[in-house]
């Protein structure tokens, strides 16, 4: 059938199984948005504040659901405002399609009206970038952009088109989406390299990457463990692909994980990277990282093998394919000395806070405990995201969503609204302090426009918190403009933009806030005022090995 360059954007949507979409809206885009309002019956499409709100929520729709997320923009400043979401995707491989309307063929590259080169701007943090300039390529170039942003290592994708393109005709089919397999990169010989490294470990350590959560490998991955007997850690992006319950596990490792997990990380004599990348936030020192230890890596992409950490022995593909082969090829294993002595770092280095007083550690408790850990909980970042990574037990995976790579301030608001549009089942909360809450907070807006039941929680300190933390344990406390004491009310700000507000001052006061809040149906903000010196404990150093991973005790001592 003979469709515009816009029609065949909305068909090539519904081609690929596309229910919602945000944006915004601008002049070189119009046509597209006049075609999807002819198919609001089939396609959401919601409306941000701001095109970076709109990032940020596709990318947390992605998230949630295992679905490529989708954003719209306009060229120029709307596109623009696209690049820090797209950035954010592509550093936790998060599967997205970003489309963008750009000038009139005739008008590229003459300095026109709110005219970007965004395929350039972008070409660093994307996985492909495409200008389509001929609208009889449009349908297989948007085909080829949702191909690229779901298989192998997912990340974003940008697609945009000339306004020109978007009013041509031309003849367009439907086709069925082809799931396409990866071909197989590894060999039997090295599963069963791996395989008898695992089996002559006396003391091996699971350390659990965002691959694993991205693969859904979370029962594999349970089963390997089962199987070694294993003590596991997870990164901030790996959470609830192990369960949070389980004794096994150990918590987070890294620059704020646990003495328990940095400590036997250096111990073992074996360490078993799955999905994971060994990042810097990670690694610490990478010349004394698990120096005990050999290492078996495996992940999809072939580029990060030795990239930061040198490995032993490794597995290039799909996670879940491969822990599928691997695990029959593992004896049973005991290791209860091995076990025991990590039970015992367990009970000797727990989380602990100060409970005397309201603090973000018990606001995650008691989130945990009225939502009884089934809650989806994005953050922003922050000592409130470390926070949240500690104390709120994540049995499942994509339940917590959080910017691992980027660090991008004003994520969690945005992404918490993608997630709550993909998983209506679920109670979405999102965790910000109030640094990063006001870079955002005007999405509040576009919860209360659509009446999306969210929760968000402001851990105000009236501080940069972690900036201050950093300040003080590293600048000889000279807090260099992370002073916040100005006169913003987030209550009142939040009532403006129509959602309900809950100022919190006293611990007895969470439980019945999060309950009133659940029950609200409708956008709700818990304030939740605390020490502006509240740290977040345990923390190694940057660039220091995670044997001097230290906390509030060592401090004093």
Not at 224 to 238: E, S
Not at 239 to 265: C, E, Q, R, W
Request: aromatic share 8%; with cysteine.
């Amino acid at each position: 059938m003979l469709l515009t360059g816009a029609e065949i954007v909305v068909e090539c949507l519904k081609e690929q199984g596309v229910d919602t979409v945000f944006g915004y809206p601008g002049g070189t885009i119009l046509n597209v948005y006049d075609a999807l309002y002819n198919h609001s019956d089939e396609i959401r499409h919601v409306l941000t504040s701001h095109e970076q709100g709109a990032a940020h929520a596709a990318d947390g729709y992605a998230r949630a659901t295992g679905k490529v997320g989708v954003c719209m923009a306009t060229s120029g400043p709307g596109a623009t405002n696209l690049v820090t979401g797209i950035a954010t995707a592509y550093m936790d491989s998060v599967p997205m399609v970003a489309i963008t309307c750009n000038v009139n063929l005739p008008a590229l590259g003459k300095d026109s009206f709110q005219e970007v080169d965004i395929a350039g701007v972008t070409m660093p943090i994307t996985k492909h970038g495409y200008i389509v300039k001929d609208v009889t390529i449009l349908a297989d170039t948007i085909r080829k952009a949702f191909e690229i942003a779901r298989t192998g290592r997912p990340g974003p994708v940008l697609v945009d088109i000339t306004k020109d393109v978007t009013a041509n005709k031309c003849e367009y089919e439907a086709k069925a989406v082809e799931t396409k397999v990866a071909e197989c990169k590894y060999t039997d010989a090295e599963l069963s390299a791996v395989a008898e490294m695992i089996k002559a470990s006396k003391k091996p350590f699971i350390y659990v990457g965002g691959g694993a959560v991205i693969s859904g490998a979370s029962k594999e991955v349970r089963e390997l463990a089962a199987k070694m007997n294993a003590p596991v850690c997870d990164t901030l992006m790996g959470k609830g692909a192990f369960d949070g319950h389980d004794p096994l596990y150990t918590g987070m490792i890294g620059m704020h994980g646990t003495k328990t997990s940095n400590f036997g990380v250096m111990e073992c004599d074996l360490l078993v990277a799955l999905g994971a990348r060994f990042s810097d936030r990670v690694v610490g020192n990478p010349k004394r990282f698990a120096e005990n230890a050999k290492v078996v890596h495996i992940d999809i992409d072939a580029a990060e093998i030795h990239k930061n950490i040198h490995a032993d022995a490794f597995v290039v593909g799909d996670l879940k394919e491969i822990l599928t082969k691997l695990n029959p090829m593992i004896e049973q294993k005991s290791n209860d000395e091995w076990v025991a002595h990590i039970m015992e770092m367990k009970e000797k280095y727990p989380l602990s806070y100060d409970s005397s007083a309201l603090s973000c550690p018990f606001v995650m408790e008691e989130l945990d405990r009225v939502t009884k850990g089934q809650a989806i909980v994005t953050t922003d970042v922050g000592q409130h995201q470390m926070w949240a990574a500690q104390y709120y037990k994540y049995s499942e995976p994509r339940t917590f969503l959080s910017s691992g790579g980027l660090g991008t301030m004003g994520y969690g608001l945005g992404a918490c609204i993608g997630a709550k549009t993909g998983r209506p089942d679920k109670v979405c909360v999102n965790i910000a302090g109030d640094g990063c809450f006001r870079m955002n907070m005007n999405e509040l807006a576009t919860a209360s426009r659509y009446n999306i039941p969210i929760i968000q929680v402001v851990i105000n300190n009236h501080v940069l918190g972690m900036v201050r933390q950093w300040q003080t344990l590293f600048y000889g406390k000279r807090y260099s403009q992370t002073v916040l004491q100005d006169k913003v009310d987030f209550c009142k700000v939040a009532e403006g933009l129509g959602c309900m507000a809950i100022r919190v001052t006293k611990k007895e006061e969470v439980g019945p806030a999060f309950e009133k809040a659940i029950a609200a149906g409708g956008p709700v903000l818990i304030e939740c005022m605390i020490p502006e010196d509240d740290k977040v404990f345990p923390m190694s150093s940057p660039g220091a090995p995670l044997t001097e991973t230290f906390d509030a005790s060592d401090l004093t001592e």
